[in-house]
């Protein structure tokens, strides 16, 4: 007989007890419901047969939370009034007065998003507070019928803290653990939220982007991440960063409960001037343009990003070969101008933050009044220095150049001009429908002393032009995530999302996390 380490056998047994509540049942006859495996479609189905309530699925959720956040720590906060919102739902349900396909379906917020019922925190203690009202993300999700589940943690102040930051770690919610891998990073910073949705403990999450902070979480977790044009979701009552970059987006394991969610969220907001971009003929129901085979006949450029390493490679090698399976023409590309974005955006960053975040904490009831004031209650604070002490990023965005500085505007010009240039450029030059690349690389190991590994250097020129992108789940690495990003001209998120779906149909490269201790 094989003797197997004593580390071996604790892995294993912290894994089948988690994963032995994988899929409880929240059906009210026949079949159990698999909570992983459904989408918003197959619980609509089921509610409206009778099998399934609101107030059965999201206790459901509920009961997961609290059986498996204690070992991802995902969630700062359930909400006291969601299984009263889902009771609402089951009520409209009764009388025919159903919502549409969000009604009923529980939702997890990432803590950046104002919700005047909870603290809105972006995980700092200086801001545990509730906001005076609801984000508009917020107000929409509540028109479509949707359960408020509760609030994600995340990467503290949206990974726009420290020069070397630990992504997943806030003072407010400690350090989430990525699903597959409990000692590895989730990537960040709507890490929550994406290992939140990774262990079925939200049917869909909202996450928010600057740069990667959609994407890249999704990526390192199995799920699906959709990061829309700019101006197609209101910002209004979003932490900020920067009002040229954020958006905020869906998050979940299936695409079409993302392109179900999408089309809630999106609208213009009078609060929000990058919405007064929003063009007409936007569609309104972004499930619709899911059809099966869409990638056939397309061209998709495949952008490799070696710097990823050879595994990342593979994946890509594997996704090349599925592409063309499913009747794609793929043409291998490399987008210019990739070095000048990484040497323009930060400085450009640092400007908008203190811009923007000063505006922000204005509207807030209670906590500090300006990012002088946050720098200054970080220093009072030490629970906001016990992974890491830094607030360089602070600090510099405080001493950066004004908004109206020349030197500013013209490089934020440049910024904005190469990104579309690049994504732009290379469609035409190839005669591409979209661009798919590598969105991350395989997690790596939590650490507070060194930091984060952030690689991830295809979410950029999506995430600088304001224009879409999703990404879907592709493959492993050993026990590790990885996804493909589809990315597209502005306004194109219905073109992405539907190549998104079909690489879903066609690669169903998604399987369960395994809560796994570690891995060699």
């Not at 906060?77 to 396909?101: F, H, L, W, Y």
């Not at 009604?103 to 803590?111: A, C, E, F, T």
């Not at 209670?366 to 209650?377: K, N, S």
């Not at 005669?431 to 991830?456: E, F, H, M, Y």
Request: proline residues 8%.
């Amino acid at each position: 007989m094989v003797r197997r380490p004593v580390f071996g056998v604790l892995t294993t047994l912290v894994a089948a007890t988690i994963a032995a509540s994988a899929a409880p049942a929240a059906s009210a006859g026949g079949k159990p419901l698999d909570l992983d495996a459904a989408d918003i479609p197959a619980l609509q189905a089921r509610m409206s047969s009778g099998r399934l309530t609101a107030v059965g699925l999201t206790s459901a959720y509920l009961d997961r939370i609290h059986k498996v956040d204690r070992t991802v720590n995902s969630v700062i906060a359930v909400n006291p009034a969601a299984i009263a919102q889902a009771a609402e739902s089951d009520s409209r349900r009764r009388a025919g007065k159903t919502r549409g396909p969000l009604d009923g379906i529980p939702i997890l917020v990432k803590d950046n998003v104002d919700t005047r019922s909870q603290q809105t925190t972006a995980g700092s203690r200086a801001l545990r507070s509730k906001p005076a009202k609801d984000a508009t993300l917020i107000r929409r999700l509540r028109d479509a019928g949707a359960v408020v589940l509760g609030k994600a943690n995340l990467s503290e102040w949206a990974n726009f803290r420290a020069a070397k930051p630990t992504s997943g770690w806030s003072g407010v919610g400690g350090q989430t653990n990525n699903p597959y891998v409990l000692d590895r990073n989730p990537c960040g910073s709507s890490a929550g939220s994406a290992a939140g949705v990774a262990a079925s403990l939200a049917q869909v999450a909202i996450g928010s982007e600057t740069d990667g902070s959609i994407v890249c979480p999704a990526g390192m977790t199995s799920t699906v991440g959709h990061k829309p044009s700019l101006g197609l979701v209101s910002r209004t009552g979003v932490v900020p960063i920067s009002a040229e970059q954020d958006t905020t987006g869906p998050m979940a394991r299936h695409v079409v409960d993302v392109a179900l969610t999408l089309s809630a969220l999106q609208g213009r907001d009078p609060s929000d001037p990058a919405t007064g971009t929003y063009p007409p003929n936007q569609p309104t129901d972004y499930a619709a343009h899911l059809r099966p085979g869409v990638l056939k006949g397309s061209r998709i450029g495949l952008w490799r990003l070696p710097v990823l390493g050879p595994d990342v490679d593979a994946v890509m090698t594997k996704t090349k070969n599925s592409l063309v399976k499913a009747g794609a023409e793929v043409i291998e590309v490399t987008p210019p101008y990739q070095a000048r974005l990484g040497e323009l955006e930060f400085p450009a960053l640092l400007t908008e933050f203190h811009r923007d975040i000063d505006r922000y904490l204005a509207t807030r009831p209670e906590g500090p009044r300006d990012l002088a004031a946050l720098i200054a209650y970080n220093r009072s604070d030490p629970l906001e220095q016990t992974c890491f002490a830094g607030q360089e990023l602070f600090e510099q965005a405080l001493a950066a150049p004004g908004p109206s500085d020349p030197g500013y505007l013209a490089g934020r010009r440049e910024l904005t001009d190469l990104a579309k240039r690049s994504i732009d450029e290379t469609l035409a030059k190839y005669r591409l429908d979209a661009i798919a690349a590598p969105t991350n690389p395989p997690a790596w190991k939590t650490d507070c002393k060194t930091g984060d590994n952030d690689v991830i250097p295809s979410s950029t020129p999506a995430a600088v032009s304001g224009y879409p992108a999703v990404t879907v789940p592709a493959g492993f690495v050993g026990e590790l995530p990885v996804g493909v990003s589809f990315m597209a001209g502005l306004w194109t998120d219905a073109r992405v999302l539907a190549y998104a779906a079909d690489f879903e149909r066609v690669v169903p490269a998604r399987k369960p996390p395994r809560y796994l201790k570690t891995v060699g």
